[in-house]
C-alpha cells in the first residue's frame, strides 16, 4: 500500500522568512496530494491541493510543487507569518471507495514562526 | 465548518464499556470517514463509507463498528473500549471519490 514520508517534522523559521516542507510517496498510481494545517486543538483544514497532471499551484503565499518521476511533492509558505505556526500535514491518494486506496497522511511537521 | 459536527466533543469511558461517537453533515456528500490522531502516527484511517449502507475497513479498523442508514450521519461504535483507544477522533467527509475531505471538529476519548 501507499506509504507517504514527511520531513522535517519540526521547523522553526523567523517571521518573513521562507518555509519549505517536504513528502515523499510510495506508489506511482497516487494522483492526488493534498495539504492539511491543523492548528493546535483544532481540526486539519485543507490549505491546498495538487493532481498528478499539474506541476505546481500558487495561492497566494503558499504553493505546492510536485515531481512524480521523484515521487516528491513540497510546500512552500513564503513571508511567514505567525499565525502561520501549526503542524502542517501531507497527504497522498489514488482515489477511495471499492478497492482503491485511501488518503494516506504523512505524520505532520510542526512549523513555529518567530516574531 | 458547521456543515459537519460531531458529538460529543469529549468523553471518558472505562475499559469495556461501549461507546458511541457520532457524526453529521449537512452538505449531502456521498463520502464519509473516521480518522484517529495519534501522537507519532499523524492520521489514520479506521472505517469509510461510500454512501448509505456501503461501508469498508481502513487502516485501523479493530475493535470498531460503523454504520450509515442515512447519507448525513455516520456514528462510529467502540464495542468494549480498551485504552489503546484512547486518542482524538476525527469525522470527515468528501462529495466525491478523490478530492478535498472535510474535517469535523474531533471528538476527544479518555478510557481509563
Known amino acids: 500500500g501507499e506509504n507517504v514520508e514527511q520531513h522535517p517534522s519540526t521547523l522553526s523559521v523567523q517571521e518573513g522568512d521562507s518555509a519549505v516542507i517536504k513528502c515523499t510517496y510510495s506508489d506511482s498510481a497516487s494522483n492526488y496530494f493534498p495539504w492539511y494545517k491543523q492548528e493546535l486543538g483544532k481540526r486539519p483544514q485543507l490549505i491546498i491541493d495538487i493532481r498528478s497532471n499539474v506541476g505546481e499551484k500558487k495561492d497566494q503565499r503558499i504553493a505546492v510543487t510536485l515531481n512524480k518521476t521523484a515521487k516528491h511533492f513540497s510546500l512552500h509558505i513564503t513571508e511567514t507569518q505567525p499565525e502561520d505556526s501549526a503542524v502542517y500535514f501531507c497527504a497522498a491518494s489514488k482515489g477511495w471507495g471499492g478497492s482503491q486506496g485511501n488518503l494516506i497522511f504523512g505524520k505532520g511537521t510542526k512549523l513555529s514562526v518567530k516574531p | 465548518d458547521a456543515g459537519i459536527t460531531q458529538s460529543p466533543r469529549y468523553k471518558i469511558t472505562e475499559t469495556g464499556r461501549q461507546v458511541t461517537l457520532m457524526c453529521h453533515q449537512t452538505?449531502?456528500?456521498?463520502?464519509m470517514f473516521w480518522y484517529r490522531q495519534d501522537l507519532g502516527h499523524g492520521l489514520r484511517l479506521i472505517y469509510y463509507?461510500?454512501?448509505?449502507?456501503?461501508?469498508d475497513k481502513g487502516e485501523v479498523p479493530d475493535g470498531y463498528v460503523v454504520s450509515r442508514s442515512k447519507t448525513e450521519n455516520f456514528p462510529l461504535t467502540l464495542e468494549s473500549a480498551t485504552r489503546s483507544q484512547t486518542s482524538v477522533y476525527f469525522c470527515?467527509?468528501?462529495?466525491?471519490?478523490?478530492?478535498?475531505?472535510?474535517f469535523g471538529p474531533g471528538t476527544r476519548l479518555l478510557v481509563l
Open positions: 452538505w449531502s456528500h456521498s463520502y
Open positions: 470527515a467527509s468528501s462529495a466525491t471519490n478523490i478530492g478535498a475531505q472535510y
Open positions: 463509507s461510500a454512501a448509505a449502507d456501503i461501508t
